[in-house]
């Protein structure tokens, strides 16, 4: 017994002392799934592929901000088809289809064109940038055609998806008001990507490290275009808080740090919180055009149910019930084939050892009351 302690007692000293080493190693990033395709529509992969996980590889001057979108890896290749064409293609991964928008949101240009490919898309001469779910692709052909559109139609298509609520977009740029509204919104999730931007509010004050997000739209009034910044928070009661913090900001605007965006530079100031969303409206508006705009943003609490739900073979009521009775006669088999083990136990250890074990001792005592003795006896007469 005494060896048998100390071999468990080695056996855990062991297993502490490999934890601790693995905790004191640095994650290693997995090699991920390959992004883009060997061939689609026609276009055939040139060599391999190129693939990084370095944010810098794919925007040295903006890698901060991809960070800060949740970028994860990167592919470029080269593609050709027959007729000399050529298509250059990088597409970068993120965490989730919030990352991506963001960024696309990011690199998108005023002068852009909307197009109708994946989830959305903007062009340009031949440079095409659009992103599925929580890939953004750039797209650079040496010569558009009239079929280029339906090709990158087919390459989104083939791009991997990923699994869960990392699908669903921020429901963020949805209470952006449309009237009067100039294209080219941007959304934010990072302190570095709301400095470039080019915000009314600083990032000390917006509070990225308590979960904000950030949706600024421009907007055309008669004074010129204003700003309209949504800064969504977990809570409402962090947002209530924050917007404390904004007003106070703005009463007192000399003492923001020097080379921070100060709210008075911009012009008039208005502000008001719906829900967990802050609206913060600056620029060249009047008091009654701020009102009317920030009216516009009403928060909406609505329960969404983000699980998929199915109806085939293996998720139905009868499927259910089939395969109740198989486990119900699995437990039946089972006690049956318990019950005959235990009796065949018995009359196996009884033949081998019989009166030793589990048979009752003939001298065993017990109670009798000795009714059939009389029966026979003739009556007693008196």
């Given at each position: ?9 080695f ?22 799934a ?82 109708k490919?994946g ?7 031949n440079?095409?940038?659009l992103?599925?779910a ?46 009067s ?22 990032a ?12 600024l ?50 012009g ?11 609206a ?30 199915f ?30 083990a ?10 081998i ?8 001792r ?6 009798s ?14």
């Amino acid at each position: 017994m005494r060896h048998l302690h100390t071999v468990v007692t080695f056996l855990l000293a062991v297993l502490l002392a490999g934890a601790v080493l693995a905790a004191d190693q640095p994650l290693k990033k997995q090699p991920s799934a390959p992004i883009l395709p060997k061939q689609f529509a026609g276009w055939q992969i040139q060599g391999t592929g190129q693939t990084s996980q370095d944010p810098g590889v794919a925007d040295p001057v903006n890698a901060a901000v991809l960070n800060e979108y949740g970028f994860t890896d990167l592919e470029s290749a080269i593609y050709t088809r027959d007729g000399g064409h050529k298509l250059t293609l990088k597409a970068a991964r993120f965490e989730d289809a919030s990352g991506a928008y963001g960024a696309f949101t990011f690199y998108k240009q005023p002068q852009m064109l909307n197009e109708k490919i994946g989830d959305q898309a903007s062009s340009l001469n031949n440079r095409i940038l659009l992103y599925r779910a929580n890939i953004l692709v750039d797209a650079i052909f040496n010569e558009l055609t009239v079929m280029s559109a339906a090709e990158l139609r087919e390459l989104t298509s083939l791009l991997p998806l990923p699994p869960g609520n990392a699908r669903n977009l921020p429901s963020l740029p949805t209470y952006l008001p449309r009237q009067s509204y100039v294209k080219n919104a941007k959304y934010v999730m990072g302190p570095t990507g709301l400095l470039k931007v080019g915000a009314p509010l600083p990032a000390q004050v917006v509070g990225f490290k308590a979960g904000a997000e950030v949706m600024l739209g421009n907007y055309d009034f008669s004074g010129g275009e204003a700003t309209l910044m949504l800064i969504s928070y977990p809570t409402p009661q962090i947002a209530a808080e924050y917007l404390r913090r904004i007003d106070v900001s703005h009463s007192q605007h000399t003492q923001q740090e020097p080379g921070t965006t100060t709210i008075v530079d911009l012009g008039p100031f208005f502000a008001k919180r719906t829900g967990p969303i802050v609206a913060v409206a600056a620029g060249p508006l009047s008091q009654s055009e701020a009102k009317s705009l920030l009216a516009s943003v009403n928060y909406d609490a609505d329960v969404t149910w983000n699980e998929n739900t199915f109806f085939d073979k293996k998720n139905n009521v009868g499927s259910l019930v089939f395969n109740a009775l198989i486990l119900a006669g699995i437990l039946m088999a089972l006690a049956l084939v318990a019950g005959v083990a235990f009796g065949g136990v018995r009359i196996l250890i009884k033949r081998i050892f019989p009166d030793r074990l589990l048979a009752r001792r003939e001298e065993m005592e017990f109670i009798s009351l000795g009714l059939d003795a009389h029966v026979n006896e003739p009556p007693v007469r008196r």
